[in-house]
Antibody
């Protein structure tokens, strides 16, 4: 079945770095744009970044520009998010999501990132 | 950048009642609008895309309509499992959510 599984979330100190991964299965990964969406505790959804199907188009929300890097490996059906200079306000559940018809149609279960000293 | 505003923030209803949720866009988005349902501790689930198209497996009691700047999500008759938070989304923007709670 179609599935996205995130990993890599943990507790990290402010200023630290972390790499999140998302493993895709059950669909042709290389055909789809992919995205990261986050949700701070008790808050709403916030889009973080997206990457085009071949990795050519990449966009970030302003608050993570210069600190986060999205990448994908179509041969391994995987999506990554390299996060650096982490701030307390980056604390959130990070979801990997598939884009289809301008909507996020498949979501992973999420991975929790806590930035705290 | 587009801003999506949802109303009301909270909707208190009983099972069997009709729920009408609104989403307003700061400028026209044609019909490029989606709706999601999120239950506590779970990932969001796509309900509606393209303003009015139900996603795979979504029951017919969920319907969406609208175009331009004004959109609605209607749940025709609330089931116990429908009490959740609902978000609208367009491009890289999400609304702030409407919580549908049991009265």
């Amino acid at each position: 079945q179609v599935e996205l599984v995130e990993s890599g979330g943990t507790l990290v100190k402010p200023g630290g770095s972390l790499r999140l991964s998302c493993a895709a299965s059950g669909f042709s990964f290389s055909d789809y744009y992919m995205s990261w969406v986050r949700q701070a505790p008790g808050k709403g959804l916030e889009w973080v970044s997206y990457i085009g199907s071949s990795g050519d188009s990449i966009y970030y929300t302003d608050s993570v520009k210069g600190r986060f890097t999205i990448s994908r490996d179509n041969a391994r059906n995987s999506l990554d998010l390299q996060m650096s200079s982490l701030r307390v306000e980056d604390t959130a559940v990070y979801y990997c999501a598939r884009l289809s018809f301008e909507a996020f149609d498949i979501w992973g279960q999420g991975t929790m990132v806590i930035v705290s000293s | 950048d587009i801003v999506l505003t949802q109303s009301p923030a909270t909707l208190s209803l009983s099972p069997g009642e009709r729920a009408t949720l609104s989403c307003w866009a700061s400028h026209s988005v044609s019909t490029y609008l989606a709706w999601y349902q999120q239950k506590p501790g779970q990932a969001p689930r796509l309900l509606i895309y393209g303003a009015s198209n139900r996603a795979t497996g979504i029951p017919a009691r969920f319907s969406g309509r609208g175009s331009g700047t004004a959109f609605t999500l209607t749940i025709s008759s609330l089931e116990p499992e429908d009490f959740a938070v609902y978000y609208c989304q367009q491009s890289w923007a999400f609304g702030q959510g409407t919580k549908v709670e049991m009265k």
